[in-house]
């Protein structure tokens, strides 16, 4: 089992930054990737960044140049840094981490973009 606990979501206006956290515990030795996913009212849910073991990064066309993810304390620590958020990033974001077997989530945390 893995456990997955975000932080960082919030109100920023248009043009600003914000930075979301996950922290994983448990059985986080066979991790071989984590990410952050998000859905807007309406929408089905959508990769936006992700981070292998061995750091290898990949990022949905959307976010390419603005969103950085980074992983750290030993791996078991994401970031997602977001620059120049606009309206359209307005979403829950997910935290996500994989196994070979089982996907784990995170509760989810509010990123809303508004002036």
């Known amino acids: 089992q893995v456990q997955l606990v975000e932080s960082g979501g919030g109100l920023v206006q248009p043009g600003g930054s914000l930075r979301l956290s996950c922290a994983a515990s448990g059985d986080i030795s066979s991790i071989y990737a984590m990410g952050w996913y998000r859905q807007a009212p309406g929408k089905q849910r959508e990769l936006v960044a992700a981070?292998?073991?061995?750091?290898?990064?990949n990022y949905a066309d959307s976010v390419k140049g603005r969103f950085t993810i980074s992983s750290y304390n030993n791996k078991n620590t994401i970031s997602l840094q977001m620059n120049s958020l606009k309206p359209e990033d307005t979403a829950v974001y997910y935290c996500?981490?994989?196994?070979?077997?089982?996907?784990?989530w995170g509760q989810g945390t509010q990123v809303t973009v508004s002036s």
């Open positions: 981070i292998t073991s061995i750091g290898t990064t």
């Open positions: 996500n981490a994989n196994q070979r077997v089982f996907t784990y």
